[in-house]
C-alpha cells in the first residue's frame, strides 16, 4: 500500500510571485490554512501558510508583498511510492499535519494530511480483517479437507505435473508406497487420455493394490497440471471374495447333503420349498447326532412328527424303537401305567405278569411325548425324575429300573404361558427345552404349498391307480388359502379331491365352498378374480338347489341372489 492510493490530487498552490493578499484570498475560497509554492519550472520550492500570513501583518509588510519572501523553503516532502507508515512517522516527527507528495523528479503531485494517513490505517484495518478472516475460513477447509482425506481407508496422492508429490494422506504413508516408473507412466497416460486410468499393483509381502489416476485442470491455464491417485488395498476384498465363492460351493454341497439325507432318512415323505422349513431340516439333522432332549413346538398339523420321526432316523438310535405316545389320547388315570408300566397286582384288573412301560419298550431308542401340555402336574413330576435319574419305577413297585431313552417332546400350545398361570411345571419345561425348535405355520411358508400338493397328487395316485392332476387357478386358490390345519388339512383336502372329483383335472370349481367364497371376497376387495360371478353363483346353485343358501355362503340377501341369477340368465330348478 502507498500513500498515492490515500493522497488529494490537483492540490491548491500557490506561485513564488503570488502576493500576500491574493494567497490570504485563496486561503478563505478553499478553507485553507496553508498551500505549497512552486517556482517557474513548476517545481515544490516552498510553503506559504497562515502563520506568514501574520507575519505580514504584524511586520507592517505591504499586502503586496510576494509569498517567497515568507514561506518556508526547507521543505519535507514525501515520495509518492512511500508507505503510510513511513508518512505518518515522519509527520509525528515533524509536528505537521499535512506533506507534499512529489514523484521522483522532485515534481509535486499531491498533498497527504493526518486524516488521509488515519483513512488510510483504517482501510488497511479492513483488509488486514478481510484477509484474517479469509485465511481463517480457508484454513479451516484446509483442516476439514485434510481430516476427510486422512480419515479414508484407501490412500491419496496428488502429484504435479512432473511427479512431484504435492500431498499425501496418512494411509498412503502407512501403505509405504514410492514413486517410481509405473506410477509417473499412469499419470501421464490419465493426462493424455484427459480420463480415469486404472492399473492393478502387486506389491511385496502378497498385497495388490488398485490405482486410479484422475488428471484435473488448472485455474490459471485449463491445462492437466495435477494428478490425484487413489489407491486401494484390494487383498482384503479379494480374500472375502474367495470365501464367499467358497461359502457359495458349501451351501450348494450343503444342500445336496441335505436332500440325500432328506432322502435316505425319510424317502419323499419330507416336502420343502422355503427358506424356513429348510432351516428347521438342518437344525433336525444337526442335532438328531447328539441326545440331548428337544423340544418341538408349533400348530396342530404343521408336521411335528415328520420333524421327530427325522430326527430318530437321522440319529445314532435309528436302527431302536421309536415308540410315540399321545399325552391327550390316553385317559389320565391309565396314563402313569402306560408311561412307566406296572408291577403284578398293581390294581384291579392289570396283569398278574405285570407289564413295562412305554419308557422300558423304548430303551435304547426314541420316545416322542406329543401333546406333552395335556400331561397331568403328578405325572409331569415323575417325568422330571426320569429325565434327571435316567431310572423308572413301576406302579406299585419299588425297585428302579434304569432306561436310556431319548426324550423329544411336542406340543401345540404355549408352554411358558401354561407355565405363568401354574398350569405347566417350570422345571419340566426348561430340562425339556433345552433345543426348541418351533415349526412355522403353512401360512408362514407360503412357497410349500404348490411342492406339498404335488406331493399329496403322486402318493395319491400310486395309492389309488389314479392319474389326476390340478389346475393352476385351483392352485391359485390353494395357495392363497390360510389353511388353519395346515399341512394336514391340506393333504385331506387333496385326498378328498382326488376321490370325489369326477375328471381327471382339479379346477376351482372342485374345491370347497370356502374357498369360492374366499376367491369372490378376494376379487370384491381388488384381489385377483380367478372366478367370474355369474360362474360363482351358478356353481353354487348347482350344488346347493337353493337361493337362500347361496345367499348366505356369500353373505348377501337371497334377493341380490334372485336379482343375480335373472340378470345372467341362470335357470332355477
Known amino acids: 500500500m502507498k500513500v498515492s492510493n490515500f493522497m488529494t490530487t490537483n492540490p491548491v498552490t500557490l506561485k513564488e510571485n503570488t502576493t500576500v493578499r491574493e494567497a490570504a484570498d485563496i486561503f478563505i475560497c478553499h478553507s485553507i490554512d496553508g498551500a505549497p509554492v512552486l517556482d517557474a519550472q513548476g517545481r515544490l520550492c516552498g510553503i506559504f501558510t497562515k502563520k506568514h500570513l501574520y507575519r505580514a501583518v504584524i511586520n507592517e509588510l505591504g499586502s503586496d ?53 488515519v483513512q488510510a490505517f483504517e482501510r488497511r484495518m479492513l483488509e488486514l480483517e478481510s484477509v484474517s478472516r479469509e485465511l481463517s475460513e480457508t484454513t479451516a477447509m484446509y483442516e476439514e479437507l485434510s481430516a476427510v482425506i486422512n480419515s479414508s481407508y484407501d490412500g491419496i496422492m496428488v502429484l504435479g505435473a512432473k511427479g512431484q508429490v504435492i500431498i499425501a494422506n496418512q494411509a498412503y504413508e ?45 485455474k490459471s491455464n485449463g491445462e492437466f497440471d495435477r494428478v490425484v491417485i487413489n489407491y486401494r488395498d484390494i487383498t482384503e476384498l479379494n480374500t472375502l471374495r474367495r470365501e464367499v465363492e467358497t461359502s457359495k460351493e458349501l451351501s450348494e454341497i450343503y444342500h445336496l447333503e441335505l436332500e440325500t439325507l432328506r432322502t435316505k432318512y425319510m424317502g419323499h415323505t419330507l416336502v420343502c420349498e422355503s427358506q424356513a422349513m429348510r432351516n428347521i431340516l438342518d437344525t433336525a439333522i444337526r442335532v438328531a447326532k447328539v441326545d440331548t432332549t428337544i423340544l418341538i413346538l408349533g400348530e396342530s398339523g404343521v408336521g411335528k412328527d415328520v420333524v421327530t420321526r427325522l430326527i430318530h432316523k437321522a440319529g445314532r438310535r435309528a436302527k431302536q424303537p421309536f415308540i410315540r405316545i399321545n399325552c391327550g389320547a390316553i385317559p389320565e388315570n391309565l396314563l402313569e401305567s402306560e408311561l412307566f408300566g406296572y408291577e403284578p397286582g398293581a390294581f384291579t384288573g392289570a396283569r398278574r405278569d405285570g407289564k413295562p412301560g412305554l419308557f422300558e419298550l423304548a430303551h435304547r431308542g426314541t420316545l416322542f411325548l406329543d401333546e406333552l401340555a395335556e400331561l397331568p402336574l403328578a405325572l409331569q413330576v415323575k417325568l422330571l425324575n426320569v429325565l434327571q435319574e ?48 418351533t415349526i412355522p405355520s403353512l401360512r408362514e411358508r407360503r412357497s410349500d404349498i404348490p411342492a406339498l400338493v404335488i406331493h399329496f397328487l403322486r402318493k395319491l395316485n400310486e395309492q389309488y391307480h389314479l392319474n389326476k392332476n390340478i389346475s393352476v387357478d385351483a392352485m391359485e386358490c390353494l395357495s392363497n388359502y390360510s389353511w388353519p390345519g395346515n399341512v394336514r388339512e391340506l393333504e385331506n383336502l387333496i385326498e378328498r379331491l382326488m376321490v370325489m372329483s369326477s375328471h381327471n383335472t382339479i379346477t376351482a370349481r372342485d374345491l370347497p365352498t370356502i374357498f369360492l367364497q374366499r376367491v369372490q371376497n378376494a376379487a370384491s376387495a381388488g384381489g385377483k378374480d380367478f372366478v367370474s360371478e355369474k360362474e360363482l353363483i351358478e356353481e353354487l346353485y348347482q350344488r346347493m338347489q337353493s337361493t337362500r343358501k347361496v345367499a348366505e355362503t356369500l353373505g348377501v340377501n337371497q334377493s341380490t341372489v334372485v336379482r343375480k341369477m335373472k340378470k345372467y340368465n341362470i335357470k332355477p330348478a
Open 65 to 117: 508583498t510576494p509569498v517567497s519572501q515568507l514561506m518556508k523553503k526547507d521543505v519535507n516532502t514525501i515520495n509518492q511510492e512511500s508507505s503510510p507508515e513511513t508518512a505518518w512517522q515522519l509527520a509525528q516527527e515533524q509536528q505537521v499535519g499535512r506533506f507534499p507528495v512529489t514523484d521522483g523528479q522532485g515534481n509535486l503531485v499531491a498533498m497527504i494530511t493526518r486524516t488521509n494517513l
Open 174 to 218: 502407512k501403505m509405504g508406497m514410492h514413486i517410481d516408473a509405473d506410477i509417473i507412466d499412469l499419470c501421464q497416460k490419465a493426462i493424455q487420455s484427459a480420463d480415469s486410468v486404472t492399473r492393478s499393483l502387486k506389491c511385496a509381502g502378497g498385497r495388490e493394490l488398485l490405482l486410479t489416476a484422475n488428471p484435473v485442470r488448472g
Open 390 to 437: 435316567r431310572e423308572v419305577t413301576r406302579v406299585g413297585g419299588v425297585k428302579p429300573v434304569e432306561v436310556d431313552v431319548r426324550i423329544i417332546a411336542a406340543t401345540n400350545k404355549p408352554l411358558p404361558e401354561l407355565v405363568k398361570k401354574g398350569k405347566f411345571r417350570a422345571d419340566l419345561y426348561y430340562r425339556l427345552s433345552v433345543i426348541p425348535i
